[in-house]
């Protein structure tokens, strides 16, 4: 096999391996190709992209810092242990005379690039493909501590990789796998072109190749060398002796069923800390807190300041004090790498606690996810198939599938984390720290804050570190204590000094210049009296150190940063691991440090142990499973800025390709770390992809804020890349996300919201994509309609409508309804609206369309169309169809668990109830809408809900209270952008100061109503407005003949429209009119018939006033009005 060949091999694209043979390309022309380039030899998007990224990645990095990639430079033949891996695809010969050879080819390619791929992710080298074989190699071209474990792990995924697969007649393929592990020699170069290949001799290959036909189908075989690099890590069966062809002795085999139940790592942390100064107040005042915590008055610190202050080493003596209590802990690490990443360091605890691996089966996941203390939930299973989802951890088989949304999904999971602690300090006492809450993200933040409500009551003290800026919501709490760490004065750092130095006296102008330098930071004294001491500018004289020579004027350092070079600078390999690991984040893994740097395990252990022994990080559990820490994020920045820009850049290009090839599940579940790596190395197709996924990702969960984040980014990043399809394309998918993640945070009506969708219809027209048009057009349209720019969402709508029909998409037709039904209604066109909505719910499918919520508006369009319908039929008389129909509304977006649909569903019921004048049905509804909009960051339906819960209250004789609550709603609405029913709103407003004796205030509130209408051209419930101007000019006048003009031109219009509720309430009003100026029977002329023609609703508000009047009128004597 060529080394190009073998490197697209272990990128799991050997299938292009002839076009590049074909066309000449090496390695030295690989760096040249461009995406055109590969286009021309024949590949197709998803592999140029992979393409494009493993060459940005290994192209020009330092040997330090790049990624080992096979070929790249000859290697001589080795002696060295190799663990073989030989795969058979059983049945491919019968296959082969039942299937036409394209058929039989796409099969061998399909099964070829699954092994390959899985191959891949443990690291290992497919030496060979043969048709139907597969040989690959552990421990050549690189080798680690593990091979043989990476061999029986990557046969596991390759064995389930393939029966994923099918053949035509829908068979699942299977294979049949053998692995030996011995002595041999490696890196021999047999045969010519394109058919060479690196030979391996010694009888280890054919091992493999013998117990592979011993194998069952779907079964892996081992020998017996590597039986003993496995066991214990593996569950297995003896197969005893078997005589194999070639081996004149019998040979043990054993078959792999699956992995072993081994037990967790433990914490290995190294380095002497020195003992606490200057902090015997603040650790007191925590002991008097754990003390009440301990009896059940749980209680939270924030310990804050700057960094390097001393939080974290306050937060470690205090844990050093409670060493001979009883008492569990909890550690979290929030980072700035994941500020948006939802409940980061929540999953990172789960994971320890569980003691999950990385090589673990889902199987052995949920094993241990079980093992905790789960019984103190509500329902043990649940629980623990909704952290098996929060983990990404596969539950097919183990757990029913959940029914409910990501939404809903997110709430329950967010409790059931809640539960776990509560159940915890029901046995016993807890501290729980959390580092770094500045860099918290928001679903982290939820979580803490639901934590934080119930804390008082449990036995738990939380401390929380961060920088001043971190300023939760929870810190006047009465059970919450802040603690703001102060700079050390001149002793207190001394005897840090002294204490590190071992009480060794340091020169006094050594002495002098740390203390001057560190300016009482503990941590910076601390770490530049080390670097002092190992400079080699001082000499051990016993009791104390004294200077070789006078000291440089540059030898101490101004800042930690230049301390932390010094350190670094004396050893290469220990400098240039910090700053890969600083590049990776706060923490980093031994696995993905080795892919990244392609050190050797021993080189790579040294290295590490030498970053160690500096105190630059402490380390957790033992190779090659080991984790890294730096001791402060402080230290991990000093790092990290001491690189030149455009070394970090190579170097983010390496993590980046590194785990996209060699760890896919970073991919799949963090695409936001892959965005960053790739937006820090200057690669922003890459980093726009990832940050699109992401983005669309937190959507999906409901964490909206998080998605707005991640799609901001995209955008920056894709405003880099050239003009051409690629990007269009792009960008118009990052802003249409953009503008439905808007839509959930920040109103339909946000400027942010037109920003996105109407850039996305400029680059549409660009395209000329009718389908990508389509979605920017409809979310422009959604804008104008609840910005009130009713003419602008109805032309809009008509052109979706054109759009839709031109595609002759079911789906696109739907939305394209769904935006003309909503304009028509509040242009108060109800039989224009009735028919689109009509069609709607005839149309709309609930298995199919749902999806349409993600695309378009964020809120579900069968819900929509119910709740329209429901207010349109209260307009054309029917009262009790409306509540049905808007009832129906709520069970269906209930039913499908999106928290905008219901939202917006309670919207319409507690509309519908103020239609139907039912204020304590309003109310209840009203409240439900507040809480799921305050649970979701929904700030206009918040706003609007708020209004109708002003109404319920002043409706049941708070009025001053209620119109209080209106006033201040109508202002929250407002700045959502939002204009759609806010004319209305007013209206309702106006007649609760007329209902308060402010008929003259009620006007002034009705005047902004008008204008409302004017300046939108809505007729939404103008006869209404027409109305109220009525009864409160009759207030001021009883018996003025202007009242009188304004009922009647209510009556015209609700006519004109067919709008009976509001010509029942004109009606009524201008025969209270007349009956008042003893014209009775005029005014039973003018409400009888309307009242007659109603069939149902006879319950309702209007009706019983219209009831009462009709007897009194029946009676002609003038009524109280």
């Known amino acids: 096999m060529s080394d190009i060949a073998s490197w697209l091999a272990r990128l799991g694209l050997d299938k292009y391996a002839g076009a590049f043979t074909a ?18 030899l024949g590949l197709p998007l998803g592999p140029r992209r992979k393409l494009l990224a493993a060459i940005a990645a290994m192209d020009g990095m330092s040997p330090a810092s790049s990624v080992s990639v096979t070929g790249l430079s000859r290697v001589q033949a080795e002696r060295r242990q190799l663990t073989v891996m030989f795969i058979d695809l059983v049945g491919s010969t019968e296959l082969s005379q039942r299937l036409d050879p394209e058929e039989m080819r796409d099969i061998l390619r399909a099964y070829q690039s699954a092994v390959s791929t899985q191959i891949a992710r443990y690291d290992g080298y497919v030496a060979k493909l043969m048709g139907d074989g597969v040989l690959v190699y552990f421990g050549w071209p690189r080798a680690h501590e593990d091979d043989a474990e990476r061999a029986v792990r990557a046969s596991l995924a390759a064995m389930t990789a393939t029966a994923r697969l099918t053949t035509p007649m829908g068979k699942s393929l299977a294979a049949r796998i053998g692995i030996a592990t011995g002595l041999v020699v490696v890196g021999d170069l047999i045969g010519e072109g394109s058919a060479q290949e690196e030979a391996v001799v010694g ?32 569950e297995m069966i003896d197969l005893g002796l078997h005589q194999l062809k070639g081996f004149a002795a019998p040979v043990p085999a054993w078959r792999i069923t699956g992995e072993a139940d081994v037990d967790g790592r433990f914490d290995a942390l190294h380095g002497i800390a020195t003992p606490l100064v200057g902090r015997s107040e603040e650790l007191e005042l925590l002991l008097q807190l754990w003390q009440q915590a301990r009896k059940g008055q749980g209680h939270a610190v924030m310990l804050s300041g700057e960094p390097g202050i001393g939080k974290s080493r306050l937060t470690a003596a205090f844990e050093e004090r409670l060493s001979n209590e009883p008492h569990a802990r909890l550690r979290y690490f929030c980072s700035p790498y994941y500020v948006n990443s939802a409940l980061y360091p929540v999953l990172k605890q789960l994971e320890r606690a569980a003691g999950l691996e990385r090589s673990d089966s889902a199987s052995v996941k949920l094993d241990k996810l079980e093992a905790l203390k789960l019984q103190s939930t509500s329902d043990t299973f649940e629980a623990a198939s909704l952290l098996a989802t929060l983990l990404s951890i596969d539950t097919t088989g183990r757990y029913a599938p959940t029914t409910l949304t990501p939404q809903a999904q997110k709430a329950r999971t967010l409790s059931v984390l809640i539960q776990l602690l509560e159940g915890m300090t029901a046995n016993q006492p807890v501290v729980m720290v959390i580092e770094d809450a500045q860099w918290i993200d928001p679903t982290t933040a939820e979580w803490l804050d639901m934590l934080i409500t119930r804390l008082r009551d449990l036995r738990m003290l939380l401390i929380a570190t961060s920088r001043p800026e971190y300023r939760p919501s929870w810190l006047g709490l009465s059970h919450v204590t802040v603690i703001a760490l102060g700079r050390l004065d001149h002793d207190q750092a001394a005897a840090i000094v002294d204490r590190v130095a071992g009480g060794k006296t340091l020169p006094s102008a050594v002495r002098d210049q740390i203390l001057a330098r560190t300016e009482g930071v503990p941590l910076f004294v601390e770490e530049l009296t080390k670097t ?61 440090l080795a892919a990244i740097t392609g050190c050797d395990a021993a080189k790579l252990g040294d290295d590490l142990q030498k970053l160690e022994k500096s105190e630059l990080v402490l380390r957790n559990g033992v190779a090659p499973e080991a984790t890294y820490a730096f001791k402060h994020a402080l230290l991990q920045d000093a790092a990290y800025q001491s690189l030149l820009k455009s070394q970090r850049q190579q170097i983010h290009a390496n993590i980046a390709s590194t785990m996209e090839l060699q760890f896919p599940e970073i991919a799949e579940t963090e695409p936001e770390t892959l965005a960053h790596h790739y937006t820090a190395a200057g690669l922003a197709d890459q980093a726009a992809g990832y940050w699109l996924k992401a983005g669309q990702q937190a959507l999906k969960r409901s964490a909206n804020v998080e998605a707005l984040d991640h799609l901001g980014k995209g955008l ?62 409809r979310g422009e349209a959604s804008y104008h309609l609840v910005s009130g720019h009713l003419r602008e969402a109805d032309n809009l709508g008509r052109e979706c409508l054109r759009i839709a029909q031109s595609a ?24 224009a609206a009735e028919k689109h909505t009509s069609w709607g719910i005839a149309t709309y499918d609930r298995e199919r369309d749902h999806r349409l919520t993600y695309v378009f508006t964020g809120h ?28 129906e509304a709520l069970a269906l977006a209930r039913h499908v668990s999106h928290s905008v649909s219901i939202a917006t569903a309670l919207n319409n019921l507690t509309n519908v109830h103020l239609l139907r004048r039912e204020p304590r049905a309003a109310l209840e509804a009203a409240q439900q809408q507040l809480e799921i909009s305050a649970k979701f960051d929904l700030p206009l339906m918040a706003g609007i809900a708020r209004f109708h819960i002003g109404w319920a209250l002043a409706q049941q004789g708070e009025l001053e209270r209620g119109i209080q609550e209106m006033h201040e709603a109508v202002e929250a609405v407002a700045a959502t952008g939002a204009d759609m029913g806010m004319a209305f709103r007013l209206c309702i407003l106006a007649q609760a100061h007329g209902q308060f004796g402010e008929a003259i205030e009620g006007l002034i509130v009705l005047e902004k109503a008008f204008a409302t209408t004017a300046m939108t051209r809505s007729k939404y419930k103008l006869p209404e407005l027409l109305r109220t101007k009525g009864e409160l000019l009759s207030r001021l006048e009883p018996h003025g003949d202007a009242a009188e003009r304004w009922f009647r031109k209510s009556l015209v219009m609700a006519r004109a429209e067919g709008a009976k509720s509001a010509e029942l309430r004109a009606a009524t009003s201008l025969a209270r009119f007349y009956f008042d100026e003893g014209r009775g029977k005029k005014g039973r002329g003018i409400l009888a018939p309307i009242y007659t023609w109603f069939t149902e609703g006879f319950e309702t508000g209007d009706l019983v006033d219209a009831t009462a009047l009709l007897d009194k009128l029946q009676q002609d004597r003038p009524c109280a009005g």
């Open 532 to 592: 002092v001491l190992v400079s080699g500018l001082l000499v051990d004289a016993g009791d104390h150190y004294r200077l070789k020579a006078p000291l440089p004027s540059l030898a101490i350092p101004s800042t930690l940063q230049d301390s932390l070079m010094a350190r670094l600078d004396r050893a290469s390999s220990v400098k240039s691991m910090a700053q890969i690991g600083a590049c990776i984040g706060r923490v980093f893994h031994h696995r993905l």
């Open 808 to 831: 002759n998409d079911l789906g696109l037709l739907l939305e394209a309804h769904h935006q003309v039904w909503s304009s028509k209604f509040f242009l108060g066109d109800y039989r």
């Open 23 to 40: 066309n000449e390309v090496d390695f030295d022309t690989l760096r040249h190709l461009s995406e055109e380039d590969l286009r021309e």
């Open 203 to 234: 009888e280890t290959p054919n091992l493999a190749a013998r117990l592979q036909a011993l194998a069952e189908p779907n079964t892996v075989v081992i020998a017996d060398g590597t039986h003993r690099l496995v066991a214990g890590l593996f």
């Open 716 to 777: 920056e990043a894709v405003a880099s890349l050239p003009r051409n399809e690629v990007r269009l394309r792009r960008e118009i998918h990052l802003q249409r996300a953009m503008g439905v993640a808007a839509m959930a945070v920040k109103g339909w009506g946000a400027p942010d919201v037109l920003l996105a969708f109407s850039s996305a219809r400029r680059l549409c027209e660009k395209l000329g994509d009718s389908n990508e048009l389509f979605i920017a057009v």
């Open 860 to 887: 579900d369009p069968g819900v929509c169309c119910r709740n329209y319908f429901s207010e349109i039929l209260w307009t054309r008389g029917y009262p009790d169809q409306a509540l049905h129909r808007v009832r």
